[in-house]
T-cell receptor
Framework: KAGVTQTPRYLIKTRGQQVTLSCSPISGHRSVSWYQQTPGQGLQFLFEYFSETQRNKGNFPGRFSGRQFSNSRSEMNVSTLELGDSALYLC??????????????FGPGTRLLVL | QKEVEQNSGPLSVPEGAIASLNCTYSDRGSQSFFWYRQYSGKSPELIMSIYSNGDKEDGRFTAQLNKASQYVSLLIRDSQPSDSATYLCAVKGWSNYQLIWGAGTKLIIKP
């Protein structure tokens, strides 16, 4: 099976612009979670989508949004970019995001630099 | 607020020794526990998952869970320089199955 894929891998934007990141989960996985990772901050949870519905949401401003399509592919959008949005954005998929030992599998990430 | 705590390190261990990584969590209702390894510039990859109290072994790795004391640990035997990475602890609760992540412990294995 192919792993989780994320596009683009690298992105440079300027303040005030907006950006859209894409994630294709492992085939058959219906849950997609998004994380922001900055040095020293660990993984910060953005949101999780399951069956095209946002099921969980982290503590990020409304500038951060996402969606999931019927084929489970997901996009996240950041509007009005700020310098502090520079980070590695990771997407992780799991079969259902449910209980027990079900595991999340991560994509390679998109590294965003805001100038 | 549900929290997962890890010592940020760095933890320096000689090659061939046992590396011991610890993680504590605040939510007594947590049900599943995961250890991920993250190399610099790469994404996290799963090493171990554990659900029941006690030890779970997989090759050189052993996960230990103590729900009464609310901690989970990861032991790496015969540490190798390739084990040098940041180790992330993640805990899944009952309510919404969302993973709560620790900030990670940086492990350095010295040859």
């Amino acid at each position: 099976k192919a792993g989780v894929t994320q596009t683009p891998r690298y992105l440079i934007k300027t303040r005030g612009q907006q950006v859209t990141l894409s994630c294709s989960p492992i085939s058959g996985h219906r849950s997609v979670s998004w994380y922001q990772q900055t040095p020293g901050q660990g993984l910060q949870f953005l949101f999780e989508y399951f069956s095209e519905t946002q099921r969980n949401k982290g503590n990020f401003p409304g500038r951060f949004s996402g969606r999931q399509f019927s084929n489970s592919r997901s996009e996240m959008n950041v509007s009005t970019l700020e310098l502090g949005d520079s980070a590695l954005y990771l997407c992780a998929s799991s079969p259902s995001g449910g209980e027990g030992l079900e595991t999340q599998y991560f994509g390679p990430g998109t590294r965003l630099l805001v100038l | 607020q549900k929290e997962v705590e890890q010592n940020s390190g760095p933890l320096s261990v000689p090659e061939g020794a046992i590396a011991s990584l610890n993680c504590t969590y605040s939510d007594r209702g947590s049900q599943s526990f995961f250890w991920y390894r993250q190399y610099s510039g790469k994404s996290p990859e799963l090493i171990m998952s554990i659900y029941s109290n006690g030890d779970k072994e997989d090759g050189r790795f052993t996960a230990q869970l103590n729900k009464a004391s609310q901690y989970v640990s990861l032991l790496i035997r015969d540490s190798q320089p390739s084990d040098s990475a940041t180790y992330l602890c993640a805990v899944k609760g009952w309510s919404n199955y969302q993973l709560i992540w620790g900030a990670g412990t940086k492990l350095i294995i010295k040859p």
